[in-house]
Antibody
Framework: QVQLQESGPGLVKPSETLSLTCTVSGGSISSYYWSWIRQPPGKGLEWIGYIYYSGSTNYNPSLKSRVTISVDTSKNQFSLKLSSVTAADTAVYYC?????????????????????WGQGTLVTVSS | SYVLTQPPSVSVAPGQTARITCGGNNIGSKSVHWYQQKPGQAPVLVVYDDSDRPSGIPERFSGSNSGNTATLTISRVEAGDEADYYCQVWDSSSDHYVFGTGTKVTVL
């Protein structure tokens, strides 16, 4: 059973770079879309982006200029970097495995769903 | 960008049926996924691809999707079903992923 675990600093200063790592255990990081999702305190979920095991990435346009997601298949880990953070970036950050699927009849791509998720890690942006 | 709208809250008595809606423009043409999030915990997938259930999810959880509304139905509601529920889709026009606004289910 695949498990994901986030790690990284819980406190980041404004204008600095937030860095988190997700370690995948119980399965290989090969295949699947490895994703980051965040949730500000008391608010809803926001997709940040994903990286395919081969290295291709896709980012939320609202964060694209500040986000970098990378993968280290040798360590079964993938990472998130978010630059120039502000208080608005304070949130619980989740990593998750993304499953792609296709229409049975047409073969058209239908996007991905996220399962499982890591337990999440709270990152606070404050001086 | 694509917007998914959910009612902020739904209240239901134990043993009854809860229906949580997720509204979006022509959402029936998309594949909808649903997540349950209990307080202080990570979200858990309860329905994927409109109506399929992951292993381990009770048959009481079911989904449907047509027109401009997708629905997550929880039958024979139990106290343990009290949680926030989020829908999610892929916006093909932008190749990005969108979550609904979330619905808090309260068991009376």
């Amino acid at each position: 059973q695949v498990q994901l675990q986030e790690s990284g600093p819980g406190l980041v200063k404004p204008s600095e770079t937030l860095s988190l790592t997700c370690t995948v255990s119980g399965g290989s990081i090969s295949s699947y879309y490895w994703s980051w999702i965040r949730q500000p305190p008391g608010k809803g979920l926001e997709w940040i982006g994903y990286i395919y095991y081969s290295g291709s990435t896709n980012y939320n346009p609202s964060l694209k200029s500040r986000v970098t997601i990378s993968v280290d298949t040798s360590k079964n880990q993938f990472s998130l970097k978010l630059s120039s953070v502000t208080a608005a970036d304070t949130a619980v950050y989740y990593c998750a495995r993304g499953h792609s699927h296709y229409d049975i009849l047409t073969g058209y791509y239908k996007g991905i769903w996220f399962d499982p998720w890591g337990q999440g890690t709270l990152v606070t942006v404050s001086s | 960008s694509y917007v998914l709208t959910q009612p902020p809250s739904v209240s239901v008595a134990p043993g009854q049926t809860a229906r949580i809606t997720c509204g979006g423009n022509n959402i029936g043409s998309k594949s909808v996924h649903w997540y349950q999030q209990k307080p202080g915990q990570a979200p858990v997938l309860v329905v994927y691809d409109d109506s399929d259930r992951p292993s381990g999810i009770p048959e009481r959880f079911s989904g449907s999707n047509s027109g401009n509304t997708a629905t997550l139905t929880i039958s024979r509601v139990e106290a343990g079903d009290e949680a926030d529920y989020y829908c999610q889709v892929w916006d093909s026009s932008s190749d990005h992923y969108v979550f609904g606004t979330g619905t808090k289910v309260t068991v009376l």
